[in-house]
Structures are given as C-alpha cells and as structure tokens.
C-alpha cells in the first residue's frame, strides 16, 4: 500500500501519540457506567477501586517497581512538579539543585522558579552530541544539593542520559535522584528495581494513552511530601478524586507498550534508520544531532543547512507531513531550541532543526512518502535566496 498525497503522515511521537484503540475500550465503561468513587464504601464503587489497582500493577509491570511505589498524577509536568517540590520542602532558600541545560520546560521551569526563590542551580552542560560529562556532574554537588534532576531521553534529540549510572553517583554523595523519564517509558526497556533511581516522571499521552494523566515512580524507601494535598488519595500522596477512566487507560497503554516494547526496537527502530539514511544520503548540508550519542530508537533530529524550521515546518504541512522544530511546546515561539544551542552555542544549527518522531502505527508507505516530500522541501526553501526569503515563503507556500 502506497501512502496517498492526502494522507496525514503524524511523525511527531514525541509532542503526543495517537491513542491505542484497546486504551479507548477499557476506558469506556468507566466514563459511561462504573462511575463510583473510589473512595466510597459500596460495592458499586468497589469497581472503580478495583480497575485503580490492575493499572497500578500494569504500570508497575512495565517499569519493573512496586504498584505502592506509584503515585498517579495529572502528567509528566506535575510530576516534576511534585518532586521538585518534595526534594526542597516547599522552602528552597539556601538549597542547591543540580539539572541538566537540555531539559524539558517542565524541569526547567520550576527549576528556574526555584533560582528566583533564592535556591542555586546548576545546570550542567552537554557537549556536541549531546552527552553529559559524569565527571562535572559529580564535581557539581554540593553538601547543601537537595536533588539532582535528570532527563532518562531527550525529547527533541532522543539522546540516552546513563540515569542508573548517575543515580549511582547521587546515592554515593547522599542525594535524591530524579529523572524524567516521559520520553523514555514505553521506548527503551525499564527496571527500576535494584537501581538508586529515588523518583521517576512519566506520561501516559506519550505512549498511547490519554492526555492529562501520568503517574510519579517514588522509591519506596524515599520520603515524600504531597504537592496537592487534600482527602488523602493516593496512599496520601496526592490529593483528590482519582481519574479513573483516565487511570484505567494509563494501565492499559502500559501493557501495550510492554508487548510492544520489542517491537519498538526492531521495527520502529529500523523505520527511523531508514529514514534518516536516506534524508543524510539524499540531501545535502544534512546532519543528525546527536548522531554520536546513545538514542531513543524512534527519534531523528536533523539540521539542514541554508532552511529556517518555521518555513519547512508550513510546507511539510501543505503535505500533511507533522513534524516539529524542536519541542511541541516552543512552536509559536520563535526561540530557538535550548537544547540544540546547548550542544552548539555558536552554531545556527537550532533555527535550522527538524525533529521527526516515528511511533507504531507508522507505516513504511508513510515514511516511503516523508523520504519523498522532505528533500523537496528543503531543495525548495534553499532556492529562495537568502534577502529575499522572509517574503518569499508565503509565495512558495501557496505554490507547492
Ligand atoms: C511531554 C513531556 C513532558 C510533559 O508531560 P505532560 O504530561 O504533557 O505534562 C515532560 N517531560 C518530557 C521530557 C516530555 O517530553
């Protein structure tokens, strides 16, 4: 089967995924008849309690914990959140926290929030490819380090951090670990017992489930402090009425995405090769970033010499080709990406930045179509001569 021209071609996995169809199914009757609360005393609710447990336990499963070891929260950004908040007990005056320069803005943000508050922070470097030096994240804590905060998978780039490694070092010097893995759980293989990883963020809209729930990994022998208190949900550690429809469609894209995991590996992760293969073969003034780390198996950020991203990104949509320049999030903004200025600070590469982020339901017609358009694209933008291109791309864009 031929992908058709006017085929929507969603390589953007890592801004949200489409919901798997058995995530769907289990919710349903949990929105439509088992609408007990949980915390109620009657049969009728037992239901709702019951499927909190299953997902707990599916989570637990892909991420080779303890189900009391999950909290479920709204999302990867609370999660963050949360910990952040724990690890400095609301009072970050004359603390210190160690982070990475290329994490998401949910790290970031409270992070910056937390300097403003009279907190240091050290946000540790990366070099070309992307990799953190061990040694100066070491050399960086402190006695006073209250938590040392970093990404298991660059979302933008796919580069790999050695999080158990780090954690190892952190446990050493006596400090919390954190990662937020949300791009990393249902990507790459998990297991976290026996690792000195003390909290984990995830994220169930990256991997097939809904928007607006995830869940929080706390080991069990970590102190915790709530960032939303109130009825004592959650073993009491986080407050409010469960979201259960939405809970029960975490569990289930958490055993998806454990049968799906191998799967992943080999034929995603072949997809993404071809695919960046043919883009550096085929295009010239072409690179990925990162290229040289350790990545997740579906991501593929390039740079591509004399284009500007918002440009490409507008003619790729002419093609229905969904794709990002840098994160999800920054669209709109016209900021360049933080993490590829990170790993090049005097390089223009981060305006010249494409990520492509392939998932399951891809198909080979798909990115047979994608290794069409996207050289064209780029063939095109690089016609217009440089003076003249701000004007220009409204023009090409309503002719291609
Ligand atoms: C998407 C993402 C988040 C935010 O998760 P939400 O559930 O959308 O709040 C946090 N960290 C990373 C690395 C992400 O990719």
């Known amino acids: 089967m031929t992908a058709t021209a006017d085929e929507l071609i969603y390589l953007d996995n890592n801004a949200t995924t489409q919901l798997d169809p058995s995530v769907i199914e289990e919710m349903l009757p949990f929105l439509m008849e088992h609408y007990g609360n949980p915390s109620s005393g009657y049969a009728f609710a037992a239901r709702a309690r019951k499927a909190l447990d299953l997902a707990r336990e599916r989570l637990a499963a892909l991420l080779g914990c303890e189900p009391s070891e999950i909290v479920f929260t709204s999302g990867g950004t609370e999660s963050n959140n949360a910990v952040i908040n724990s690890a400095l007990q609301s009072d970050p005056r004359g603390k210190h926290v160690v982070t990475s320069a290329v994490e998401h803005s949910a790290v970031l ?33 402190r006695p ?4 040392v905060s970093m990404m298991w998978a660059n979302n933008e780039t796919g580069v790999l951090f050695p999080v158990e490694q780090i954690a190892g070092i952190c446990r050493a010097k006596g400090v919390l670990f954190h990662t937020d893995a949300v791009q990393a759980v249902g990507k790459i293989p998990i297991r976290l017992r026996n690792t000195a990883i003390n909290f984990l963020s995830l994220s169930a809209h990256k991997f097939h489930g809904p928007k607006g729930i995830g869940a929080l990994y706390v080991n069990r022998r970590t102190r915790f402090s709530p960032l939303i208190v109130g009825g004592g949900q959650e073993n009491g550690r986080r407050g409010g009425t469960e979201n259960v ?17 191998p799967q992943e590996q080999t034929q995603v992760r072949a997809m993404r090769d071809r695919f960046e293969k043919t883009i550096l073969e085929n295009v010239p003034g072409a690179s990925v970033n990162g290229a040289g780390a350790a990545r997740l198996p579906n991501t593929s950020s390039f740079s591509f010499e004399e284009i500007e991203s918002p440009a490409a990104l507008l003619l790729l949509d002419r093609h229905h080709i969904c794709c990002s320049a840098g994160s999800a999030c920054r669209t709109g903004s016209q900021e360049a990406s933080h993490v590829l200025r990170a790993m090049d600070s005097r390089g223009d590469g981060a305006r010249r930045s494409l990520r492509f982020s392939l998932g399951r339901y891809n198909s080979e017609s798909q990115i047979d179509r994608a290794i069409e358009i996207v050289p064209k694209v780029v063939e095109k933008l690089r016609q217009l001569s440089a003076p003249a291109r701000e004007t220009a791309v409204s023009t090409v864009t309503t002719a291609l």
């Open 109 to 141: 943000g409270p992070c910056q929030d937390l300097a403003k508050r009279g907190c240091e922070v050290t946000f540790v470097g990366v070099d070309r490819d992307g990799n953190v030096d061990l040694a100066e994240l070491e050399a960086a804590i």
């Open 245 to 261: 429809a939405s809970i029960v469609g975490l569990g289930k894209a958490a055993e998806r995405a454990a049968e799906y995991l």
């Open 144 to 147: 006073e380090t209250a938590l």
